[in-house]
């Protein structure tokens, strides 16, 4: 049973540092991940998505890495600013997708 | 850009209540699909639809969950008698494609907040 864990649970950082926050899932055969974000009470914002066959992918200030075979995928924030305040959720697509427990993040400034 | 959209935003309904939530998914999509998220959890796969059938559902689906597909638009999840534990956010989903070889980007909706009383 695929199971999708992020971490940390939360974290909280002064506005301008660059952050990682780590997806780990325990089956590889996955077709694509996803990294969401979702404000307080609000609906699901899709970022990035990245195929099985790609090893990453860059949106703006985002970086999403994917490493199929150790079942890891990291997403980059670069130079964080408030408005990046919310919580992020990594999905992996296998006959469905299967969410992690994402990563709440707060920057302050 | 074409987006998921649902309605209502917000519904309060007593326990033991019949209540429908609604979806429009992208036009050209072919996969839909219904999520829950109880206050503070994880995102949960409710069920899955391609092709006016379910494709698979999860263990939360049981016999007071329906979906359906009732025009060329349209996608429903009817809960038949509300319990309090089925208070959540439910979030609509769909893709173009799924599975080999390459999976497709799921777009959600803003989600439908759906509190028992």
């Known amino acids: 049973k695929q199971e999708v864990t992020q971490i940390p649970a939360a974290l909280s950082v002064p506005e301008g540092e660059n952050l990682v926050l780590n997806c780990s899932f325990t089956d590889s055969a996955i077709y694509n991940l996803q990294w969401f974000r979702q404000d307080p009470g609000k609906g699901l914002t899709s970022l990035l998505l990245i195929q099985s066959s790609q090893r990453e992918q860059t949106s703006g200030r985002l970086n999403a890495s994917l490493d199929k075979s150790s079942g890891r995928s990291t997403l980059y924030i670069a130079a964080s600013q408030p408005g990046d305040s919310a919580t992020y959720l990594c999905a992996v697509l296998t006959d469905k997708l299967i969410f992690g427990t994402g990563t709440r993040l707060q920057v302050f400034p | 850009e074409p987006e998921v959209t649902q309605t209502p935003s917000h519904q309060v309904t007593q326990m033991g209540q019949e209540v429908i939530l609604r979806c429009v998914p992208i036009?050209?999509?072919?996969?839909f699909y219904w999520y829950r998220q109880i206050l503070g959890q994880k995102v949960e796969f409710l069920v899955s639809f391609y092709n006016n059938e379910i494709s698979e559902k999860s263990e939360i689906f049981d016999d007071q969950f329906s979906v359906e597909r009732p025009d060329g638009s349209n996608f429903t999840l009817k809960i038949r008698s509300t319990k309090l534990e089925d208070s959540a956010m439910y979030f609509c989903?769909?893709?173009?494609?799924?599975?080999?070889?390459?999976?497709?980007?799921?777009?959600f909706g803003q989600g439908t907040r759906l509190t028992v009383v």
């Open positions: 989903a769909s893709s173009l494609e799924q599975g080999f070889p390459l999976g497709a980007e799921a777009f």
């Open positions: 036009s050209n999509h072919l996969y």
